[in-house]
């Protein structure tokens, strides 16, 4: 090909060549537009045949959900409206006739696979899955739905058509249900009013009972998913409620796509040609600027990429900023600067190896760089930290959008292999505006904002400030009002109920500190106990936390109390001594104490922890793994150090509710514990469902807001009072 462009310069010389090109590729160009807009009418109306399919599609899957339930609702009425049901459901059952007519009636049956026959006071009286007995009750199999459809049958009471029918999920998967009184069908027999029972009908939406589905209503490869399928298209299925139980896709037969691809080969053929000998052209001169161009472009990338993410290196940010700055300034524009940094990549690198800790880096890198806004810089600037550049109004929705992105973006966990790593990111913002701030201050800037946010409690965003630059004079000003306050006894302690999952009695309590500056300001504790940790006060603040608890341990015989140990205790040699002599002082069982730490200090330092926790232990204190879950939860950790509880973080709580695979991760955290004989405690329980959801998981001691939030001493007393008056008068 080269050989046949330098054969024609030499021939009709390059000006003349190039004017051939010219009208070469002029011509080329003429044709394929023709082509494309021939192409395009044909691809709209194939778009539009697969548009017409789909929505027929999509209305016969809804008229067939329609169907199941109305059907439901008929099966149930011959069912319940029966003269003979009533003789045998009322006064003294007819069980033999209940199990011929309904129980058996689920063996291989196509109108239901479940009933359960339910008294006046919601007691379940027949249970019968697949023609055998169901060790089961209504209400736990049937849940919030069919406690609403229940309600409302028992409110219409013997009202004529009051049959309901619903979709809901049960323990045995997703179905549709329908609910009867059962009354008179002729009149000649009475039902008492004020005591109906009721029949309820369950139908589970099988495979095979969906192939059935899809076969009835000439739909293509239909399925039922628990979560909405990515691609494709899927309606779903509601319960009474309008949440959704699961969804039903479909492939789309796309009878547009079958035709235009018959087509299409046709009008690509008449095109061939011509493409062919453009596409000759083109690469010959293409040939000509790549080999010239090639090395020096290939050296030039290299100066200014970093290796590992691909993404912008320092150098690289610096020159673009400097384009950016230029540009600003003539057009009167602000340049924004985000700089991140990645909260736990550290943790990541010691926990699991540099190799893991660079795929989490091209990770990172692959996500930011869909996040960020067109023409943005992205630049990786050293071991865990990232830069974004951008013109943009500095407190423009731009900017706010990008930040959100961000942290919603670091506040999943990140899937690397068969392990799973949970990192956050502080963000620091500056702005240069009109360009007046060259791109070294400005990251400068961004860096010292991005500490602060660091400092004010991580995974979260703060613009810079002239004022941060005063950040070192703040922060001794706040280390040494900390210290005073230590000094004088003015730290408070609040208490946090904690109670059994069986029957939600108290059965301990959590010391928790708190810090009012000046007696009225409250400062959070993670803003004031890595102040403690970095500046040693936690080695004067930690016992004193310890001693308040104890002393008011005292007044509750009944119930444990456990304390929170930070890390840099664990590291003070003297703290096992002095934590006993604490104990032994206040005079209480150390039995009775729960040392509480996170699993960070165990990583780092698993040598020593397993010092001072065999110290502890030979001394009678328990000691608990605090907020098992939210960081790198290690079974082999669980095994060395043989921990006296587990108390498993919020989140993993949060992620059940979520989705049907937190929820099995939390059932399997449970089990985890359950195989080592180590007892659970859930933290941040917050509402009913949550504690009852992980009472079924097996955690025998639950915590949170539901049950009480932090309180004073004597509020905590006045709370476990009438527990305690009560044991006594029994």
Known sequence: MLRLAHHLSGMIGARRLAVVLGVLVSFAVVVSLATALVMMALGFLATRANELDEERTRQAVFGALSSMRSSMVTTVRDYAVWDDAVGAVYGAPDTPWLIANFGLATEGGPLFDTVFLVDETGRTMLAYRNGAPLPADAQSYGGAVFAELYGKVMVAGLKPGEELG???????????????TVRSASGTVEAPAEALRTLVIIRHLTPARIARIADNFLVSGLLFS?????GGESVAVTAPDGGAIGFLSWTPEAPGDKSYAQVRPLVLLALGGVIFFFALLVLTGAAFTIRLKADENKARLQAVTDRLSGLCNRTGLYAGLEDLTARAAAQQCDVVMLYLDLDGFKEVNDFYGHAVGDRLIRGVSAGLSRLVPEGAMLARIGGDEFAIAFIGEPGGQAVERLTASLLDFFAEPFAIGERVAIVGASIGIAVSHRGAVDGEELLRQADVAMYRAKQAGRGRAMPYDVMMDDDRDARREMEDALRAAVSRDEIDVVFQPIVRAGDRSVCGVEALVRWYRGGTTPVPPDVFIPLAEATGIIDALGPLVLRRACEAARNWPEIGISINVSPAQFRNPYF??????????AGIEPARITL????????????????????????????ALDDFGAGFSSIGYLIRFGFDRMKIDRSLTVAA?????GGAMLQATVALAASFDMPVTAEGVETAEQAAFLHLCGCDQLQGYFFGKPMSEKAFGALLAPQLDARAAG
């Open 657 to 661: 509710e979520q989705s049907i695979k």
């Open 596 to 623: 509480e730490i996170t699993e960070g200090y165990f990583i780092q330092n698993p040598s020593r922890a397993k010092l001072v926790m065999d110290r502890l232990k030979a001394g009678g204190v328990r000691i």
């Open 576 to 585: 096992p001594d002095q934590a006993l002599g604490i104990i032994a002082a």
């Open 226 to 230: 628990d979560e909405k399928p990515v």
């Open 166 to 180: 619903a979709f809901l999920r049960t323990p045995d998967g997703p179905a549709v249900a329908a609910l009867s």
